[in-house]
């Protein structure tokens, strides 16, 4: 793989309905080098829609596993040296959103990108971050070594220890808006009741990592290597 390249990994679970639209925007991208999506144990159609497209990494496993294990499985098979995660039920992801993405990162004046999307919760947008997006991309040797114990941890608990680590190495954040892009809320993709279960167990795993006061920490730690970067980093989805 040549350097500066891009895997990009797609952590997909009954996504049948809606992982076409992400997969044709990643593999006709110039930046991504390769598109790895774990299958985490689908019992709908999302095998079959992956596999239709050959030059598609595909790694899946029959039994739901959780994110968080889904992640280390792109992590481990992933080759270059930076990884774009991509999460499979985004609306309106553009091109021009993935190259946003990657600029920061690839120009040298970050060390890490994470999105602010369209619908990202109030608080999220008046704090300028996400701290749990799933759309980011991160120096692949940051993770590639902690992939193995992400296989034990809570479900829901990939991104906020992605975090832990980009606090413990001190690399610079950059945010970058993408106001035209959103994410399918769980209540859409089975109903309310479902989703509403769905969005406590996240929180519940967020919390079984960090604790409450961790999170505050973590949220406040994020902001601060933020910096300067904060300030130009909707100008790369301008």
């Known amino acids: 793989m040549p350097a500066d390249c891009i895997s990009c990994i797609v952590c997909a679970y009954n996504e049948a309905e809606r992982i076409d639209r992400i997969l044709e925007a990643a593999l006709k991208h110039p930046l991504i080098s390769e598109v790895i999506v774990v299958n985490d144990g689908s019992t709908d159609d999302t095998h079959a829609r ?78 300028g971050l996400d701290f749990i997006s799933g759309e980011r991309v991160i120096p692949a040797h940051l993770v590639r070594e902690a992939a193995k114990a992400m296989l034990e941890m809570p479900r829901w608990s990939g991104e906020v220890f992605m975090n ?28 309310a009741w479902r989703g509403l279960v769905d969005e406590v167990h996240m929180i519940g795993d967020t919390v079984k990592l960090l604790t409450v006061r961790g999170v505050v920490r973590q949220n406040f730690a994020m902001l601060k290597l933020m910096g300067g970067n904060k300030r130009w980093a909707s100008a790369w989805s301008a």
């Open 164 to 191: 832990e680590l980009i606090i413990g190495k001190g690399l610079r954040v950059a945010v970058v808006e993408w106001p035209q892009v959103r994410h399918t809320p769980k209540s859409e993709k089975t109903n």
């Open 50 to 127: 992956v596999a239709a497209y050959p030059e598609v990494r595909l790694i899946s496993y029959p039994d739901n596993r959780g994110k968080t294990h889904a992640l280390a499985c792109g992590i481990a098979a992933a080759k270059c040296d930076h990884l774009m995660f991509l999460d499979a039920d985004l609306n309106g992801l553009e091109s021009e959103d993935i190259d946003a993405l990657a600029e920061p990162v690839l120009s040298g004046q970050a060390d890490v990108s994470i999105s602010l999307r369209g619908n990202s919760l109030g608080v999220y947008k008046l704090m």
